[in-house]
């Protein structure tokens, strides 16, 4: 049971160590399409893609959010054979759920060739079955270190998965050049983190697999399979465009649009880990009744999220053609007009209750509801849209149900936590960001059209908006005090700090 203390812990502190891991978790796993266009050609670098999207597909959706109910029962529970046993279901549902994927794909390969429009896909399916399910069941590493608490250990996790991923795949890359290396590198690192699992789940649970109690299973299976089937819609939703594409355009045209959308996984990094960690202490205000706290610190969340978003998604779209043709070269300049409609999804991601929608539990079958509509609707739009407006028009259908999703789910829960038209003035801060934003994105783009008629080279033009646009940001940041002022103290005593420290440093000898 999560006490009172630790209930009133700083979300800031809280969320600092998954925040830092999943951001450098963030810079391997977006270094690694970099450099891997420049190692594969666009044809070889789509199929990887198409091959990674299945894999990905495949882990997100076969759990069916099993492993989440951790978050909810390991705060509940304090009998240790019970949780122990929170986790060994978890653990058997995921292996049975890759196993079962690994022999279908075994067995019958052909049902991927029918899907993507390259038929020498075929040939990699087998092997993928096994990386599937390895990446399944190794999956649950960075859910049990969050929901038993110990979020410096999920740090390494996170942080460890994603460098020896990457170490494995661009030097199956390199040394090899094929794809069928990048599918054996993904293999070895998913029976690493398989292992890396075992380790934590025996040293942290003791004996977890001697007690069971079929009555706690049924439980868990009551409490997530809502969530589940929500979350298995959810994925077809986002998911699915990418299959469209590949079924309708060649391995080739899939690069250019898997590099349009590339930019997904930073949503991710703000999203996951304050959810994380609020999910934990969510649960304990419900359960206490203390539906007030759970909305201001919804407010104070967000408020938090939009400082780094907005800013983000407004630089973004001023320098966002010299952005990917620096990043990714010119050859996939063409993913401009995707990657800027993508974007849109940034500020969507700050409507964001997925949180409140798992610690009320009453109210799952509403996520279930929603989702069999939007997954109705995104069937129907991606048919008629890409037909007619190509890869822009996949994205487009993306966005525009993700709005509608995220809008749905923010007017429920907003009536189950009693939020009233009153309680909007604790978002106003994000409106000042959205302003300070603005204003220093309109001047970056009148610096970037200066820079460009003297210099054509991206990295010049990129440095040069993003020095304009920071100093611009944070001086309106300060002028329209967003920043509390606990925050300015703590923001004066790490400057302090540091400066302690490099020149703390700098005179140790001197003194000598």
């Not at 400082?307 to 300049?333: C, H, K, N």
Request: charged fraction near 15%.
């Amino acid at each position: 049971m999560i006490n009172q203390q630790r209930s009133r812990r700083s979300l800031t502190a809280q969320a600092f160590w998954l925040l830092a891991a999943k951001t450098l978790g963030f810079a391997f796993a977006f270094a690694l399409p970099i450099l891997l266009t420049r190692t594969l050609s666009q044809n070889e670098y789509g199929l990887f893609k198409q091959l990674f999207l299945i894999t990905t597909t495949a882990v997100a959706l076969l759990p069916l959010g099993f492993g989440m109910s951790a978050y909810y029962y390991l705060p509940r529970e304090s009998d240790p054979k019970r949780r122990g046993q929170v986790i060994l279901n978890i653990l058997l549902f995921n292996l049975l759920m890759g196993a079962a994927a690994c022999l279908v794909l075994i067995f019958w390969p052909g049902l991927i060739a029918k899907v993507f429009r390259d038929p020498g896909i075929s040939s990699y399916v087998p092997l993928l079955g096994v990386v599937i399910l390895f990446w399944l069941f190794s999956s649950f590493v960075e859910t049990v270190a969050v929901a038993n608490q110990e979020l410096k250990l999920a740090t390494i996790f996170i942080v460890a998965g994603q460098l020896t991923r990457t170490i494995l795949l661009l030097g199956a890359a390199i040394v090899f050049d094929s794809v069928q290396a990048l599918v054996y590198a993904a293999m070895i690192h998913g029976a690493v983190q398989s292992v890396a699992l075992m380790w934590y789940v025996v040293t942290r649970f003791h004996g977890f697999w001697r007690a069971f109690d079929w009555s706690l299973t049924f439980k868990q299976i009551a409490y997530a399979l809502p969530f589940g089937l929500a979350g298995l819609l959810y994925t077809v939703q986002t998911d699915l465009h990418n299959y469209f594409v590949s079924h309708q355009f060649s391995a080739a045209t899939f690069a250019i649009y898997s590099i349009g959308v590339a930019q997904l996984p930073f949503v991710g990094i703000l999203r996951e880990s304050v959810s994380s960690v609020m999910l934990p202490r969510i649960s304990y205000l419900q359960e206490q009744g203390q539906t007030r706290e759970i909305l201001m610190l919804m407010a104070n969340a967000t408020r938090k999220l939009a400082v780094v978003v907005i800013p983000v998604y407004i630089f973004l779209m001023v320098i966002g053609r010299e952005f990917v043709t620096f990043m990714f070269t010119s050859a996939y300049a063409e993913s401009w007009p995707i990657f800027a409609l993508n974007l849109t999804l940034l500020p969507l991601s700050l409507l964001d209750v997925d949180a409140v929608s798992r610690a009320y539990e009453r109210h799952r079958f509403f996520l279930v509801r929603l989702q069999i509509v939007i997954c109705i609707m995104n069937v129907v739009s991606l048919w008629f849209f890409i037909g007619r407006f190509g890869l822009l028009g996949a994205i487009g259908v993306v966005v525009g149900l993700n709005l509608i999703g995220r809008v749905a789910m923010a007017i429920r829960f907003s009536l189950v936590l009693g939020a009233k038209p009153r309680d909007l003035k604790l978002f106003k801060d994000v409106g000042k960001v959205a302003i300070a934003s603005i204003v220093a994105g309109v001047l970056c783009f009148f610096v970037r059209s200066q820079i460009m008629s003297s210099y054509q080279r991206p990295i010049v033009i990129l440095t040069g908006c993003f020095i304009v646009f920071a100093a611009l940001y944070a001086g309106a940041i300060l002028m329209l005090g967003v920043a509390s002022n606990d925050e300015r103290q703590k923001v004066r005593l790490g400057v302090q700090r540091l400066h302690r420290f490099v020149y703390g440093r700098q005179q140790q000898p001197a003194t000598d």
